[in-house]
């Protein structure tokens, strides 16, 4: 029944299969802290459609990801301003997580 969860800055590693098979996982906050996933750590969450990274895409790129994770795709980078290109972004409006344009 987990739909949404926002990872806490003291982790740093998301282990194999963590979140595998959440179905109802729609959204996940995912701090700069974090730098590695392992394998299927997203696997089969068919439902994950919010992927807020706490970064930008060059820190998101420094992250070891591993195989079966294709949720991740779904990916929003964090912007305190507006963007102007384009791109997907998010940023907090009154403490909730928004996206850009929304």
Do not use: M, Q
Request: glycine share 12%.
């Amino acid at each position: 029944g987990l739909t949404s969860i926002a990872i806490p800055n003291s982790v740093t590693s998301i282990g194999y299969g963590t979140f595998h098979g959440c179905s109802s996982l729609e959204s996940i906050i995912i701090p700069t802290s974090v730098t590695s996933i392992g394998n299927i750590a997203f696997g089969e969450c068919e439902n994950l459609y919010k992927v807020l990274y706490a970064g930008s895409a060059a820190e998101w790129s420094s992250i070891s990801v591993g195989n079966g994770n294709y949720p991740l795709k779904n990916r929003y980078y964090y912007s305190e301003e507006e963007p102007t290109g384009s791109g997907n972004y998010w940023h907090y409006v009154d403490g909730v997580p928004t996206i850009w344009g929304y």
